[in-house]
Nanobody, 118 residues
């Protein structure tokens, strides 16, 4: 099983980034996918979640209206479009997979660093 994130980097405040997560080794369409982040000295937090077939999404209040999660089950991939980035969005972003109708994340990616700074 692998979840491989990409797309992180350094961006100025107000800028945009698109994170991608490529999944392999499990039946992708049977899993709820999510993005989480962890800033230095803080706990990991849920950023956005998308249902197994993409019909439902949830967002943390801090990113609503700025971030969009999507998935492509044909490509076994999930994405996070991040717009209007703020310095407080700086964190390591992790992709995660949770089997439908369960509550515990089954798989985590290795993370990708996002830094928002001028």
């Amino acid at each position: 099983v692998q979840l491989v994130e990409s797309g992180g980097g350094l961006v100025q405040p107000g800028g945009s980034l698109r994170l991608s997560c490529a999944a392999s080794g499990f039946t992708f369409s049977n899993y709820v996918m999510s993005w989480h982040r962890q800033a230095p000295g803080k706990e990991r937090e849920l950023v956005a979640r998308i249902s197994s077939i993409g019909g439902m999404t949830n967002y943390a209040d801090s990113v609503k209206g700025r971030f969009t999660i999507s998935r492509d089950n044909a490509r076994n991939a999930v994405f996070l479009q991040m717009n209007s980035l703020k310095p407080e969005d700086t964190a390591v972003y992790y992709c995660a997979a949770r089997r439908v109708r369960t509550v515990v994340v089954d798989y985590w990616g290795q993370g990708t660093q996002v830094t928002v700074s001028s």
